[in-house]
């Protein structure tokens, strides 16, 4: 295991996924975790990471007392990254200093050869970031690189098994950072390439059965999106039909999609799915409301009724309780990372509540399963594959919780809005796949706006909807950029949609990135 401690660098989960990518796997938790943690999970190689602090500011993240000792003890590896490096300078006796030149951006650094981090040595391209620099090393290190002003860039004492980098290899701006990773897990760590997407099922299937016991039973919200789909695929394939997942039709739901989602899961993944239609309770409930947080609110609060019937149901049948609920939870929901101070950066998603289906039910006493919660989405994606979980379901753009409610702006059931929005979406994402366009385009939808415009449709002067069309490129939903689509291809989109569609006459573009926007509109 390659142990990360995160010192709140941007790039953090991006060496974890570098180093997952070369078949090791990593994980990534607080730089600030008690020593007990560290030990509990046994690493081979602990990474230090980059972050805004100086080792210098009081209170500036550190890693835990006895943390020394125990690398020591233990041969266990360690690599600083940038601040990670400076950690490592002055922790064990050297001397940080606040740099005459301070370095950011791409440079040169010239490696000496014989060295355990770059083998032969020579020149490369590197992505610096850092004010301050290591002054004087700790006794029984070396400099093995500098750059181009004469900054320490790496350093290492293969004895005590330390090792640093001021600079980032992780990113793509240091185009053989990745070789200098590769060379040191493998040539000075000694770490195997074992960590195969196969094993990962396996070992989920081994420790699903020596969870769930043989009488008992599980429960799994269903909302046609990649994560819980994979998850229950994967419980069905340990427990079988002990599993027992709900589909919700809330009402809220894409063009078809409550047909077309079922007859996957049960043609396609052979999944045990009960589909419960709620929707007259749901759109009852938001009939008149108009602020977003409320609407989530009420969503969230509609799932949990139908999820207690749903479990109160099994009960019945089964004549036990289930024991058991399946999440999709993944990495990124659970890394614990260390913000930098002062940075407002939170864990949790604090613009909206967002809510997940399989999420809700804490009031119901039971038992988690999280499968994949130490998996990234594209990971989930070849896990998916493996379990033969169809591309349609695989590949699909995300949707969010509350579904279309936070799409149609306002009340959403004024007037025939989410059967206009249904035919819409259902036009542009249509034409998006036969464009060849879906699979490199984040998330697309439209939105249904709650103003009409005047216009003119065969000769008749008509006040109807607008509706906006968003499509964004994103690696996370954290932040994204709207997609440029050719204009030809937007005049036929907007032709179909006002051709097509009554009672649409405006078709509008969303040009705005996340930040200053969100990728949904409520
Ligand atoms: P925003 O609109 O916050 O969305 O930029 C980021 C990503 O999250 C999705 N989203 C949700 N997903 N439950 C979910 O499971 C929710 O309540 C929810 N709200 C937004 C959104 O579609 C985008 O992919």
Not at 35 to 49: A, F, H, Y
Not at 138 to 163: D, H, L, M, T, W
Request: glycine share 10%; net charge negative; with cysteine.
């Amino acid at each position: 295991l390659v142990l990360i401690l995160d010192f709140g660098s941007q790039y953090t989960h991006l060496i974890t996924r570098r180093i997952r990518n070369l078949s090791v796997l990593s994980l990534c938790v607080s730089g600030t975790s008690s020593l007990q943690s560290i030990v509990d999970l046994n690493p081979r190689v602990v990474i230090l990471s980059g972050g805004p602090s100086s080792v210098h500011t009081p209170g500036g993240p550190s890693f835990p007392d006895g943390f020394l000792e125990y690398v020591r003890e233990n041969g266990v590896f360690v690599l600083g990254i940038c601040y990670g490096l400076h950690l490592i300078v002055q922790r064990l006796g050297g001397e940080v200093r606040v740099g005459d030149a301070q370095e950011y951006g791409k440079m040169e650094i010239v490696a000496e050869g014989d060295s355990g981090l770059f083998g032969k040595g020579g020149r490369q391209m590197v992505w610096m970031s850092h004010g301050d620099e290591a002054a004087r090393l700790p006794q029984g290190f070396k400099v093995v690189a500098r750059s181009q002003q004469g900054v320490v860039a790496a350093i290492e004492n293969s004895e005590k098994r330390f090792y640093g980098l001021q600079y980032h290899p992780e990113v793509t701006h240091s185009p053989q950072g990745m070789e200098t990773l590769k060379n040191f897990l493998f040539n000075v760590c000694g770490v195997t390439a074992d960590w195969k997407m196969q094993d990962v099922v396996e070992e989920e299937i081994k420790v699903i059965n020596e969870t769930v016991g043989p009488e008992d039973h599980v429960i799994c919200a269903l909302s046609g999106g990649v994560d819980s789909t994979v998850a229950a695929t994967l419980i069905h394939k340990a427990i079988g039909d002990r599993l027992h997942c709900v589909f919700v039709d809330n009402g809220l739901l894409r063009y078809q999609e409550r047909e077309r989602v079922m007859s996957t899961f049960e043609s396609d993944l052979h999944l045990p799915v009960t589909c419960v239609d709620a929707s007259d309770e749901f759109l009852s409930k938001l009939k008149g409301v108009v602020d977003p947080e409320v609407k989530r609110k009420i969503i969230g609060k509609e799932f949990i009724s139908v999820f207690d019937e749903f479990s109160k149901g099994l009960e019945q049948k089964l004549g036990k309780k289930p024991q058991f609920l399946v999440q999709g939870t993944l990495y990124p929901d659970v890394i614990e990372s260390c913000p930098p101070p002062g940075s407002g950066r939170t864990h949790s998603h604090t613009i909206k509540s967002h809510h997940n289906v399989g999420g809700l039910p804490q009031n119901m006493k039971l038992k988690l399963i999280e499968p994949l919660k130490l998996l990234f989405k594209d990971e989930v994606r070849r896990l998916g594959r493996i379990l033969n979980v169809p591309d349609s379901f695989l590949k699909r753009h995300p949707f969010p919780g509350p579904g279309l409610a936070v799409r149609v702006l306002g009340d959403i059931t004024e007037g025939n809005a989410l059967e206009v929005l249904r035919q819409v979406d259902e036009i542009f994402i249509q034409s998006i796949k036969d464009a060849g366009l879906y699979d490199i385009i984040w998330q697309a939808f439209a939105v249904f706006l709650p103003i009409r415009s005047v216009g003119v449709q065969g000769d008749q002067r008509t006040h109807s909807h607008v509706v906006a069309l968003r499509a964004v490129t994103s690696e996370d939903g954290m932040t994204a950029d709207w997609y440029y689509f050719d204009h030809k291809f937007l005049d036929d989109v907007s032709r179909k949609i006002c051709n097509s569609v009554r009672g649409v006459n405006r078709v509008v573009q969303d040009i705005t990135s996340k930040p200053p926007s969100t990728i949904e509109w409520e």
